[in-house]
């Protein structure tokens, strides 16, 4: 019976704790790769670019990413499924070979559809480029709001080290291209590869 109790305990504590935390989610992560906005962006910028340092792909064999016509610029989206993670979907808003991008995702669930927003910026830092990566949404949508502030909390950690490895990817790409730094400068067919006219690269 005392076991009971303490459980029934427990079960309480964690539904306040659910009920009192607010139940959105906002998580960061931030890198400093050693190249141009430009280099950066030439994988940032395109959707058929993103499977290259994003850790989704890599990490879930079962995902099936379907893209439409567009894969670059404001419009340009695609939609996911999952055997593990779940279903969801993509859209770019904002699209800046400068400053970088935004986009709408969204994670299809049986709850229905829990929207989130997300960025991708670059800020210059000395001979490079900090790329920081941001998501905002709301559990609510996901979960009944009982749990909705303590999933916030694992959310966090498990979205946070997933942005991590990305942003570690992509620097890693980045700077083995070399292109876009002090010593190589982007090249015409950088500039074929990443989408780039009249030596910018398209963002639509």
């Known amino acids: 019976m005392t076991i009971l109790y303490v459980s029934l305990g427990i079960l309480a504590v964690l539904i306040a704790v659910g009920l009192v935390l607010p139940p959105r989610y906002s998580v960061a992560g931030s890198t400093t790769i050693d190249g141009t906005p430009a280099a950066v962006h030439a994988y940032v910028g395109h ?17 099936v990413t379907s893209r439409n016509d567009r894969t670059t610029g404001v419009g340009a989206s695609q939609s996911w499924t999952s055997a593990t993670a779940g279903d969801g979907e993509d859209a770019i808003t904002e699209c800046d070979e400068q400053s970088g991008i935004a986009y709408d995702m969204a994670f299809l669930t049986k709850r229905g559809r829990a929207p989130s ?32 502030g303590g999933m916030k909390l694992l959310m966090g ?48």
């Open 47 to 63: 959707l058929d670019r993103w499977p290259e340092w994003m850790p989704w792909e890599t990490e879930d064999p079962s995902i």
């Open 117 to 148: 927003k997300a960025s991708i910026r670059y800020t210059p830092s000395g001979d490079g480029t900090k790329v920081t990566w941001t998501m905002v949404g709301d559990m609510v949508p996901m979960v009944p709001r009982a749990r909705a």
């Open 157 to 204: 950690r498990m979205i946070g080290g997933q942005l991590d490895r990305g942003l570690a990817s992509l620097k890693e790409m980045v700077e083995a291209s070399g292109a876009g730094t002090a010593d190589r400068p982007l090249l015409d067919d950088d500039r074929e590869r990443s989408g780039q006219v009249g030596g910018r690269v398209a963002c639509g």
